[in-house]
């Protein structure tokens, strides 16, 4: 909650409280680079892939309104935001450990559900911590440097089971047919989820309430039936650009969480020739996506330091609309690679894209949601990302044969004309807007 006396952050401090982001982030990369391959390697089918992802949707849907409304309730010792922080972190922890060790494919997406609760438990209190520790003029260097993170960390995590092939060869499987490369990536994972988050917290812990809002909150009991009021009336009364960032969000995530489930799928076909998930072949197909993966969130990494400057110039909305129109097109373009650097080469539009959705549509939506009520809105946001998911969960096995074709290379066309459709959305969105330069001399 933003407060009269809030301080100015150093760059090294945003940098410190964002650390934690890192953690989160490298799970998440772990689960994008590794979880269709391990479906795989399990016996799952391609079509019925999105089902096995439908943890991440629905978890985020579930969780995110409801731990937003109640960080936002919340009056700790450790602070609002900080205890969720810490359980997330510790439940991400175990699950991490435990996903290379799966016997089998119900026991995979059963620990996917649980991991994906304690990303969710974390995530949205952080987003909410960010705007409430900034002011305002500094919450565009926040987020991108949330976005940064984000790129850095998966860039590490969809790396490492090419790093540890110095060490491990490719093909040293478990016995349940899980690369050892891959259990050492998670377990890896499990430590920094944990670890960077206490730094962060400890480094840069939350602002103390003043005396009005401790008034403020006492008036607002933390019990279940007001907080399901809370998220009732927060939709209600759900600010107009945020409401206008529903369609280009339901084309930009529909988009991507298919770019996830089916890239390795769509590499294997394309460059490999191949869509045996048992053969060597996908296993070199997995390293090259993951490479490619590595790729493109450095280019996001970046690419999110870069936009600093550009979205402070020439505002975030129409930013937005051209990293969105760079991922699609390199979506678009890469079923027809051939060569692994023809893949390389696409990532720079992935990584571009990337590094905007991470970053950009946090910067408009915080400037468009009343500081009191960070944490719910932040949480209710994420249901714009999870309803797409879970549109494209359940669409997919039904339109994967009869519309697509069964290629999982056609799934990646469809998500390259999402994208630019989402860019042509974000231009209609009333947030995000060039600041005038006497206004940015005033707000430093």
Known sequence: MQTTTKPRLSLLRIIEMNIGFFGLQFSFGLQQANMGPIYGFLGAEEATMPLLWLAGPMTGLLVQPIVGAMSDRTNSRLGRRTPYFLVGAIICTISLFAMPYSSALWMAAALLWILDAGNNITMEPYRAYVADRLVPAQRSVGFLTQSAFTGLAQTLSYLAPTLLTAFVAQDVLDDNGIPVIVRIAFVIGAILSISTIVWSVWRVPELPLTQDEQQLLESKPLTVRSTLAEITDAIRTMPRPMRQLGVAMLCQWYAMFAYWQYVTFAVGRAIYDTSDPGSAAFREATLTTQQAGALYNFIAFLGALALIPIVARLGARMVHAACLTASGAAMLMLPGVETPAGLFALMLGI????????????????????????????????????????????????????VLGGDPRNVLML??????????????????????????????
């Not at 999870?386 to 669409?395: A, F, K, S």
């Not at 600041?435 to 001399?441: A, D, I, L, Y």
């Open 415 to 444: 998500g390259g004309a999402l994208m630019i459709a989402g860019a042509f959305a974000t231009l209609f969105v009333d947030a995000g807007h060039r600041v005038p330069r006497e206004q940015k001399v005033l707000a430093g």
């Open 351 to 402: 990584g571009i894209g990337w590094a905007g959705m991470m970053g950009n549509t946090y910067v408009m939506l915080a400037d468009s949601i009343p500081a009191e009520r960070n944490g719910i809105y932040m949480g209710i946001f994420n249901m714009f990302i999870v309803i797409p998911m879970l549109i494209q969960t359940l669409t997919m096995p039904l339109i994967y044969n009869p």
